[in-house]
């Protein structure tokens, strides 16, 4: 790795967190209730507090940007680990199935709590902190059920993962839907909201509940960054170098699993960050994944903080799901990206 | 007699449902260039890459200097044995002097820097297999016999007394496949490389190799040193051709310099009754 690779990487990271950091600006300062930038770091140094300033930042605002960050770094870790492992410039953890297994859990969950979990408020803390233990189940059966049926002759056959991964994403969302029709109208609204991705109603209990898979998941990866760069050669050169392929392989899927894991059961199903961030890392920074997977969260954080500021304003005082935004900036680029692997 | 490198005791394998080969025993002797030869399917592939355990076997054993493989832990035999598969493949964007530094994983304790030593052990890479030219660009930007010189040398990178070279001439034009091998030949004796390759051109096993392994039908028809092989009535059971050897009298080692399928002789071809 040479050292202007190095620069570059520097570079593109404190860029990224200026961004950042303007966009959750924008977003802190900006919305039904708007605030001046002296009115923000007043509250937030808790300089002269007042009773609404502090309820709209600490209890509204301020969980939601940390929430979508966290979320945003999740995905575009996790994307990065799931394009890497299967060597396919096109997977993303939705396509394998894993968002869904993970989200048809999270239904479940729901529908047997009946729906306080998506219900702010410190009573309920319990199932909240269940929520990504739930999602893991989910995502881990999905991955297992995806594992086994991709898994021939001693290997992870990386086409059968990603055929597996569309049949198996569907299985699981066409059970979701079973179940959020069988919920009370209500309840139906809201895990259809929830399903599509959203996190208006964040508190800083869905933070605890997430913060630590993040904690401990993420260091794993990025320890085991440097491996990704090995494992896109083919598969005899990686053996022949002395690499355990399907261990470090799997540590690695597992580890990505938790992580989408805890952002699903945050935020529902978000897609294409995992798809869209890699890609844009990757032009940011190059092929080094020990640079790509920081960058990738680093950009994964801006979009879903961008697409969550847009979702609350566009048609404000309605808000409509951060998933949709996303999904509606992700198509196109999908299909760029399509044609550009064509060409 | 000189001792075994790599021994194989009652090897079998294959893909999935498929048995490639079953119960082989072999023995490459240490210090010497071994090619395997045979028709397309016989298994030289199958065989090398189980050797150098990319491929699992079904059964058996391979044992590395008499130690069972299986006893010993993948990058522990990294450090023995290097295998240029195939159909190499990486990144485009990729450096050449990158991808040979991958080879360098086997001795890396931390993920860090590459050691002085690293350092050292990748520039005679380059330098031996003359690639040290293009070290600063991408793969992209190489030609096939470039390339495949850049993963020989990340295979040296290695560091390894066994090297196992799976076709490393195929695809390449007469020059470059002539310069692996002089390259794999110079290992050979300055360095005391043991190497087993598979080659499809039976006049380069030859001129290169103090030993060759005929195989057909997943089973080993016979082996010995190119004198014994390149012969009428062995070809003629391992390839269905009817071979015209001579001796070259540059390298003294024999050289097939014609030949023609049985088949066509049986049927009277066009081509049964030319030789």
Redesign the interface.
């Known amino acids: ?1 040479h050292k202007q690779d190095r620069n570059r990487f520097f570079m593109t990271i404190s860029g990224l967190f200026a961004l950042i950091c303007f966009a959750g600006y924008i977003h802190i300062t900006n919305g039904t209730f708007d605030m001046s930038v002296k009115d923000v770091v007043t509250t937030l140094l808790r300089m002269n507090p007042n009773h609404d300033f502090d309820l709209v930042i600490f209890e509204f605002r301020l969980p939601r940007i940390v929430i979508a960050a966290l979320v945003g770094l999740g995905l575009g870790v996790a994307g990065t680990v799931v394009q890497g492992v299967t060597r396919n410039g096109l997977a993303d953890p939705g396509i394998l199935g894993i968002n869904a297994g993970a989200g048809a859990a999270i239904v479940i969950l729901m529908f047997l709590f009946q729906m306080q979990v998506t219900v702010s408020g410190t009573s309920n803390w319990l199932s909240i902190l269940i929520m990504p233990v739930f999602g893991f189940v989910g995502g881990l059966v999905a991955a297992i059920i995806i594992y086994s049926i991709a898994w ?3 290997k992870l056959d990386t086409e059968r993962l990603i055929l597996t991964g569309i049949a198996i994403s569907s299985g699981f969302g066409a059970l979701s839907m079973y179940i959020s029709l069988k919920m009370r109208e209500g309840d139906f609204e809201m895990a259809t909201v929830w399903m599509s991705g959203s996190i208006y109603n964040a508190n800083w209990l869905f933070i605890v509940a997430m913060l630590p898979w993040l904690l401990i998941l993420v260091p794993v990866i990025y320890r085991k960054a ?1 491996l990704l ?2 494992l ?6 990686i ?6 392929v399907e261990k470090e392989k799997s540590i690695l899927l597992l580890s990505s699993i938790g992580v989408i894991s805890a952002c699903v059961s945050v935020s529902g199903s978000i897609s294409f960050i995992g798809l869209m961030a890699p890609h844009i890392a990757r032009q940011l920074v ?2 080094h994944h020990r640079y790509v997977i920081p960058t990738s969260g680093a950009v994964g954080m801006l979009l879903v903080v961008i697409s969550d500021y847009i979702a609350k304003t566009v048609f404000a005082p309605a808000e409509i799901p951060v998933g949709i935004v996303v999904a509606i900036l992700g198509v196109p680029y999908f299909l760029y990206l399509l044609v550009k692997s064509k060409a | 007699m000189v001792e075994s490198m790599i021994r194989a005791e009652q090897l079998t394998s294959g ?2 449902k498929l048995t490639v080969f079953s119960d082989l025993d072999v023995a490459i002797k240490k210090g010497h260039i071994t090619t395997i030869i045979g028709p397309n399917g016989c298994g030289k592939s199958t065989l090398l ?1 189980t050797i ?3 491929l ?1 076997q079904k059964n058996g054993d391979v044992f590395l200097q008499e130690k069972d493989m299986k006893s010993i ?7 023995q ?11 485009l ?2 450096k050449v002097e ?1 991808l040979i530094s ?2 360098r ?2 001795h890396r304790k931390n ?1 860090g820097k590459l050691s002085s030593k690293d350092k050292q052990v990748i520039e005679w890479a380059m330098d031996i297999t003359r690639t040290t030219a293009f070290r600063d660009r991408e793969i992209a930007q190489l030609s096939g016999g470039q390339r495949q010189k850049v ?1 020989l040398a ?2 040296l990178a ?1 560091e390894t007394n066994i090297l196992l070279l ?1 076709e490393p001439t195929t695809y390449l034009d007469l020059a470059h496949q002539l310069e692996v091998l002089q390259i794999v030949e110079r290992l050979n004796k300055e360095h005391q490389c043991t190497i087993i390759m598979v080659l499809h051109d039976i006049n380069h096993a030859a001129r290169f190799s103090h030993e060759l392994i005929a195989m057909k039908a997943g089973e080993i028809v016979t082996v010995g040193s190119p004198n014994e092989i390149l012969e009428k009535d062995v070809l003629k059971e391992v390839f269905h051709i009817n071979a015209r050897i001579m001796i070259d009298p540059e390298n003294g080692s024999p050289v097939c310099f014609g030949y023609d399928t049985l088949l066509a002789q049986e049927q009277g071809g066009p081509y049964g009754d030319n030789g």
């Open positions: 790795m021939r002759n001693g440097y760069d090995y896109q050669l083919e598969e005899a050169s053996k022949s170098l002395g690499i355990r190059g092929i | 893909y999935e890459k150098g355990r990319i699992k832990s993948t990058k522990a035999i990294a450090k044995l290097a295998l240029l598969s195939q159909n190499p493949e990486a990144p964007q990729l990158e991958y080879g994983f086997p993920v993963w990340m295979a290695q799976d």
